[in-house]
C-alpha cells in the first residue's frame, strides 16, 4: 500500500478548516492584493515551512496564532470564493469524495461583508469547485458547516445564520476556538435552538481540555458529533475497562472527528504511534480520520491515511472502516450517505482488496 494507491481510493471528511487550508500561493497573491505586509514569508515554500513550524508549538493557543494571517487575507467575497473553490479542488485531487468545510463566518466581516453575503460567497465557492473537480473527472460533493467562535458571544446568531442556509449547503453548525475558559454550556441557547430546528451540529470538545467539555458537549448539549474528542481515552483503563462516558460515546455510536496530526501538533497526542485512534479503533468507537488545517499540519488525507497505515499496520480493510464511519457520521440525508457508501466507497475498496 503506498501513497499513490491511498490517493485514489475514496476518502470522507468531515473536520477541514476553510482558513486552514489554503494554498501557499494563494496567501502570498492575495496579501499582495490588498496590502498586507504581515507574512512571515512571500516565497511558498518558506511560507508553508513556516505555518507548520509555528504550528508544532505543542500549544492549542500557539496553534490558532497562525490563522490571524489566513483569515486576514480572507476579508472580501472573491476571495472567500477563490479559497474556497481551490479547497474542493485540493481535496477531489486528493481521492476526498465527500468533505464538509467549516468556517466562520464572523471572522470576516473586516471588510464590510454581511454574514450572509459571506455565506453566500463560500458557497458559490464550494458549488464552483465541484464543478471544477467534474470536469477533471473527478466526483466530490461538499457541504458546509458554519461556526461560531465559543470566545465570542454570536453563537446564536450564527446558529440562525446556518438554518437559514440549510437548503443552499449548509449541512451543520459547530463552535470552535480554545476550549480552556470558554466551556461548551456558554451557548446553550444556540444549541437548544438548533435542536428545535432539527439541525445538526458538533462541538470541537476534548481537544486540551479533557473529559469534562466532552461531557458537558454531549450531556448539557446534545452534540451529534465531537470534534477531535481524543481525550475520552482519559476515560479507559490500560486494561482496555471503559468508563461511564467512554462507554456512553461507544453505545451511542457518537462519532469523533480525529486529527491525527493535528493532536500531535497541538499536545493532545505525543505522537501518531502513540495517538488514541490506535486504542479506539480496536474498541470499535466510531472513529473517523480527518485533516483539521492542511497548511498549518501540511497534510492530506492520503497523508493521514498514509501515517496511520504506518503507524498501526492498517490494511485496506481497516482504512474503509474509518470510511464507512465518516460517511455514516455525516451531515446529509441518510440515503443519500448510503448511495455513496455502496456506489463510490465499497466498490473501489472491493477492487483495491482484490
Known amino acids: 500500500m503506498d501513497d499513490t494507491a491511498i490517493r485514489r481510493a475514496p476518502k470522507v471528511l468531515l473536520h477541514d478548516h476553510l482558513d486552514g487550508g489554503l494554498r501557499p500561493e494563494t496567501i502570498i497573491e492575495l496579501a499582495a492584493e490588498i496590502g498586507y505586509l504581515a507574512l512571515p514569508s512571500t516565497d511558498p515554500v518558506e511560507l508553508a515551512a513556516w505555518f507548520r513550524e509555528a504550528a508544532d508549538s505543542g500549544s492549542l493557543e500557539r496553534y490558532l496564532e497562525t490563522f490571524a494571517h489566513t483569515v486576514a487575507v480572507m476579508q472580501t467575497a472573491a476571495s472567500l470564493t477563490r479559497v474556497a473553490r481551490e479547497a474542493v479542488e485540493d481535496l ?6 465527500y468533505a464538509e468545510i467549516r468556517w466562520a463566518p464572523e471572522q470576516h466581516v473586516d471588510s464590510g461583508l454581511t454574514l450572509e453575503q459571506i455565506v453566500a460567497a463560500v458557497l458559490a465557492g464550494f458549488r464552483a469547485g465541484e464543478q471544477a473537480a467534474v470536469q477533471k473527472g473527478q466526483q466530490i460533493r461538499v457541504g458546509a458547516i458554519v461556526t461560531a467562535m465559543r470566545h465570542a458571544a454570536r453563537s446564536l446568531e450564527i446558529a440562525e445564520l446556518a438554518v437559514t442556509f440549510r437548503d443552499d449547503g449548509v449541512v451543520g453548525f459547530d463552535i470552535a476556538g480554545a476550549e480552556a475558559g470558554f466551556p461548551p454550556t456558554r451557548h446553550l441557547d444556540a444549541f437548544e435552538y438548533l435542536r428545535r430546528e432539527n439541525f445538526h451540529f458538533t462541538i ?4 486540551a481540555f479533557g473529559l469534562p467539555s466532552i461531557w458537558e458537549a454531549i450531556q448539557w448539549c446534545g452534540t451529534d458529533r465531537l470534534g477531535h474528542g481524543v481525550r475520552i481515552v482519559d476515560d479507559i483503563t490500560a486494561g482496555g475497562k471503559l468508563g461511564l462516558l467512554a462507554a456512553y460515546v461507544r453505545d ?14 497541538t499536545g493532545a497526542a505525543e505522537s ?24 498549518m499540519s501540511g497534510t492530506s488525507m492520503t497523508r493521514e491515511m498514509s501515517l496511520l497505515a504506518e503507524a498501526f499496520g492498517y490494511g485496506w480493510a481497516d482504512l474503509q472502516w474509518f470510511t464507512v464511519n465518516a460517511m455514516k457520521s455525516a451531515f446529509i440525508p441518510f440515503d443519500e450517505r448510503l448511495e455513496i457508501i455502496n456506489n463510490q466507497i465499497k466498490p473501489a475498496y472491493a477492487a483495491l482488496m482484490a
Open 92 to 97: 477531489a485531487d486528493d481521492g476526498v469524495v
Open 272 to 295: 501518531i504511534a502513540e495517538h488514541p485512534i490506535g486504542l479506539l479503533r480496536k474498541l470499535y468507537f466510531r472513529v473517523t480520520v480527518n485533516t483539521d488545517n492542511r497548511l
Open 252 to 265: 451511542k455510536r457518537i462519532p469523533l472527528e480525529m486529527c491525527p496530526s493535528s493532536n500531535v501538533q
Open 204 to 207: 470541537h470538545a476534548g481537544e
